[in-house]
């Protein structure tokens, strides 16, 4: 028997990129374990990530490709084995035809982080598609609004040092669960309490990380930047802004100050539905405390106004002059501090890539049901599971269902979205594959090398595409290059090597040095290296060039209220990552069936207990769910945990069948939590969820 441990790199959506050490006995994971020497994340695995074998070596598994030969959305038992030629073959005459219908653009790509390793995700799909000329995918599901928002303020999304927060007196968790979504992060938190800091989350829930702070604020939804603004002016009338900082750092400070004088406290504590003296009390701690450190979470950025609360609140950070302390400021992301750039590689210089139209990946349900012109005829789907995670899930499932769409996905086990495909192509999972991860939570960049045997004739997404490619008998030199080629190229101006990496699994991809104030002398990346307060360019986009506060859409619309007085939101659970774990055992397990979370003011009027069979609707759907009735909400506010798969779920609908397609003011991010519902009794016996057919084994005939 050979046993080998091998260090590589967690794929999975979350801003912590652990590394890990896996034991391989005969080519077979055994064993996972974190890294110990790791800087940031120490040797700890999140509760999701150490069952991460069972999704690799689960039964589940998808060994061979699947060629359709039944009805859409009925799941596998539509489906036959096919050999990797038939299948390619099949995949390259469909995207020919949707070529010569209606051009390349009837063509439409649609990935993003299922796995968010840059050379399995990021490089040779999109690369194959830009030379053909196909649609381009603008990846706005998660992060756009704040990528927006940071490069309109700072230009770029770029923060403080996340392992300096240790030095810091006053942390503000805003939006940011880090106990479910950044969980190495809260050790440094720990360590600044211990030194003396004090920890203030602010959570329209009572989440796991806001009952462990000292203080805990719950705004509305949607009313985080009318939150900062009142901030903001008691800070100033405290005599604390620091105005030669701002003088030399930032641009529209005059202008941002007289806007200032619009919103007293008591007009912010109305809006965000907190009573002054709180908000008063953390406005004379924030004035009166340095260096204070602001950690923004992804939450705040899933609402209309949602460009204008993440300026608001990091504009906060610049009044203050935090960003002059090691510690201190504001700190959403850290991707903008790692120069990995993926254009260059998608675009090769030498290779063409014919201009296209882009369409925006949270309006799939749009794009799919009449708004793309051409209309999009192929669909190829990797790295992802629309049909679980992006919103107007009704809408989207009509237009997955089209006769005319010809759908591929690559995928690791079978999701709602293979329930609409044409064909299916089994990838690998991290251990089978080369990839590079780098983070957008802290500065190290790591190397991930196979180090298991895939199973089946799963192949890597790379490979795929190679095979595609050739299928369609493009034969360019670039659709050829090797995995290692690839991640070359990413890191062809990195100042970090392959070779260095190969060697030593992670390295640290960024000047910024722990303990330093990266900010303190300004220095942003904008054009004048000042900080903008005022930015007359988002005039173009019909956004308010000055910082300030935009409402959210049905959260803050009385009219609707009276048809669906709940506002609900979806936040991450702890036990599911997207939807990557939603069908396996464990997970499941500890995350139990749906449930709609009511505060028990809203369940009493709707004479609903505890464990009650519930329908949530609103004019764009309906799911079902069983009640939870708790504090950790406030009232007027319902919340589900999102990334629950609708084959899976009673009533073959998730939350995703009541949120909208509606873009954030900035980036064309969805609105997740600017969706308002009703909750009403039903039978139990809906929650009875049937049985879903898994894959059956190879000698079975087709898979069912």
């Avoid at 070596?57 to 038939?86: C, F, H, I, M, Q």
């Avoid at 070779?499 to 303190?520: D, F, K, Q, W």
């Avoid at 949120?659 to 039978?683: K, M, S, Y």
């Amino acid at each position: 028997m050979s046993r080998a441990i091998h260090s590589g790199a967690c794929p999975l959506d979350c801003p912590d990129t652990c590394t890990w050490q896996l034991t391989v006995e005969d080519g077979r994971a055994v064993a996972l374990r974190g890294d110990p020497d790791h800087p940031f994340t120490r040797g700890v695995l999140c509760g999701k990530v150490n069952r991460y074998l069972d999704a690799v070596n689960g039964p589940d598994r998808l060994t061979r490709p699947l060629v359709r030969v039944g009805p859409k959305g009925v799941g596998p038992v539509s489906y036959r084995p096919a050999s990797w030629d038939e299948a390619i073959g099949r995949v390259a005459a469909g995207l020919r035809a949707s070529i010569d219908q209606d051009g390349p653009e009837a063509i439409l790509p649609y990935y993003f982080a299922g796995t968010m390793g840059l050379v399995q995700g990021w490089t040779m799909g999109p690369r194959l598609f830009a030379h053909l000329g196909a649609s381009r995918l603008d990846t706005t599901i998660c992060t756009a609004a704040a990528r927006a928002a940071l490069g309109s303020l700072f230009g770029g999304s770029v923060g403080f040092e996340p392992e300096s927060i240790v030095d810091a007196k006053l942390i503000v968790l805003w939006g940011a669960n880090l106990l479910s979504t950044n969980l190495h992060q809260w050790p440094f938190v720990l360590e600044a309490r211990r030194r003396g800091a004090y920890v203030v989350s602010i959570d329209p829930l009572r989440t796991d990380t806001a009952a462990r702070s000292d203080e805990h604020l719950a705004p509305l939804p949607g009313t985080d930047a009318a939150l900062a603004l009142g901030l903001m002016r008691l800070v100033r009338d405290a005599g604390a802004a620091d105005r030669d900082w701002l003088d030399a750092h930032t641009v529209g400070w005059p202008e941002l100050s007289a806007r200032l004088d619009e919103w007293p406290v008591e007009r912010a504590a109305a809006e965000c539905g907190l009573d002054v003296a709180v908000l008063r009390r953390l406005g004379e701690r924030i004035a009166t405390t340095r260096p204070t450190a602001i950690r923004v979470g992804l939450g705040p950025q899933r609402h209309h106004g949602a460009g204008q609360a993440i300026r608001a609140i990091c504009a906060l950070s610049l009044v203050t002059g935090d960003f002059r302390y090691p510690g201190g400021g504001a700190l959403c992301t850290t991707s903008g501090h790692h120069p990995v750039p993926v254009d260059p590689v998608v675009r090769p210089r030498d290779m063409p890539a014919p201009p296209a139209r882009s369409i925006n990946m949270s309006r799939l349900a749009a794009a799919l049901t009449g708004e793309a012109d051409p209309p999009v005829t192929s669909l190829v789907v990797f790295n992802s599971n629309p049909a679980a995670t992006a919103p107007d899930q009704s809408r989207l499932r009509a237009g997955l269902g089209r006769a005319d769409l010809f759908t591929v996905v690559l995928e690791q086990r079978w999701t709602d979205t293979c329930d609409f495909a044409d064909v299916v192509l089994p990838a690998t999972m991290q251990p089978e594959h080369l990839d590079l991860q780098t983070s957008y939570g802290h500065h190290y960049t790591t190397l991930n090398l196979p180090a298991t045997r895939a199973p089946g004739e799963a192949l890597p997404n790379t490979e795929i595409f190679r095979r595609i490619a050739a299928a369609l008998g493009l034969d360019h030199p670039r659709l050829r290059d090797a995995d290692e080629d690839l991640a070359r190229q990413l890191l062809r101006d990195a100042p970090v090597s392959f070779e260095e990496l190969r060697e030593r699994t992670y390295a640290r991809a960024t000047g910024v040095v722990v303990g330093s104030a990266p900010y303190a002398d300004g220095g942003f990346p904008t054009r004048d290296g000042r900080a903008r307060l005022l930015d007359p360019g988002l005039a173009r986009h019909g956004v308010d060039p000055l910082v300030g506060h935009t409402p959210p859409v049905e959260a803050a619309d009385p009219e609707l209220a009276r048809r669906f007085p709940l506002v609900l939101i979806s936040p991450a659970g702890r036990f599911f990552m997207n939807s990557t774990f939603a069908s396996l055992p464990w997970h499941t397990g500890r995350m139990g069936p749906p449930r709609v979370h009511l505060h028990p003011d809203d369940a009493a009027a709707r004479g609903l207990a505890d464990g009650d069979a519930v329908r949530v609707r609103n004019d764009r759907g309906a799911f079902l769910a069983a009640v939870a009735v708790d504090d950790a909400t406030r009232p007027g506010l319902a919340f589900t945990y999102k990334a629950y798969w609708a084959r899976l779920s009673p009533g073959r609908a998730t939350v995703n069948a009541v949120t909208a397609v509606r873009d954030t003011d900035l980036g064309g991010g969805p609105t997740f939590h600017d969706t308002r519902v009703e909750v009403e009794p039903v039978p139990a016996e809906l929650l009875t969820v049937a049985t879903a057919p898994g894959p059956v084994r190879e000698t079975a005939g087709p898979r069912g």
